[in-house]
């Protein structure tokens, strides 16, 4: 079995449990503005942020403008005037104190902190991720915290990658692998960068991407069967 040195670990819907923490941020923040919330709202808004998450790694929106337009789609969608600015920033405030982990995060981290050196690399928002963060029972078992909002680019362009180097001070890519959710940025950004991946599918959902990843993985602690 081939031996690794560093670790990377995307963060949303891999460490952290996105859809829990964005079903809490959005129902305190619908409520903070007396505002009617159901099971419809939360799944027009994933479709909304989705799509706009995957023009953001394509380089076709800046992640503020992200931040607005998402609300601007989803009140216009339930004809409700409201200041979409203000609530995006009630919305990122609430989000950054979510902090739920994916099953059995806490353990992997700890099991891959005590073999390597580990790293979250995220396109995520740099006040909710690094918020909730410390506020999480991984803040110990994390050496380094990647964000594309600092490093101005995001997954899948290597550029992120090579941002890391900078700050890790890390470059064996023979000896690097990356876990992560998603095929598009997790994954092509660790092919583009040249490094290992493994494709955690947790939905166990079939490949048709065309980008195949060195190992795919169902559950998180399947990592020991590979690390």
């Not at 941020?25 to 505002?35: I, R, T």
């Not at 992640?63 to 995006?88: H, M, P, V």
């Not at 353990?107 to 991720?129: D, E, F, M, P």
């Not at 994390?142 to 001070?169: L, M, Q, R």
Request: net charge negative; glycine share 4%.
């Amino acid at each position: 079995m081939k031996t690794y040195e560093f670790v990377f670990l995307d963060a949303d819907n891999t460490i952290f449990d996105y859809k829990a923490a964005e079903w809490q941020a959005l129902l305190n923040s619908f409520k903070a503005q007396n505002l009617p919330f159901s099971k419809d709202i939360i799944e027009q808004y994933g479709v909304i942020n989705k799509a706009l998450w995957e023009k953001y790694e394509k380089n076709e929106i800046t992640q503020e403008n992200l931040k607005k337009e998402r609300f601007k789609q989803l009140f216009a969608g339930l004809n409700i005037s409201i200041d979409y600015t203000a609530f995006s920033g009630i919305y990122i405030e609430n989000l950054s104190h979510a902090s739920v982990l994916m099953t059995n995060a806490d353990q992997i981290c700890r099991y891959l902190h005590a073999k390597y050196k580990t790293a979250l690399i995220t396109n995520g928002i740099s006040k909710v991720q690094r918020n909730r963060f410390e506020k999480s029972l991984i803040k110990n078992d994390i050496d380094y915290v990647i964000i594309s909002e600092e490093a101005g680019c995001s997954k899948p362009d290597a550029s992120i990658f090579e941002y890391a180097e900078t700050i890790t001070n890390y470059k064996n890519k023979e000896k690097m692998i990356i876990i992560g959710d998603s095929l598009t940025s997790d994954i092509m950004g660790g092919i583009n960068y040249g490094i290992d991946t493994c494709w955690l599918n947790s939905q166990k959902e079939e490949n048709v991407s065309g980008i195949i990843p060195n190992y795919t993985i169902s559950y998180l602690l399947e990592l020991k069967q590979i690390l």
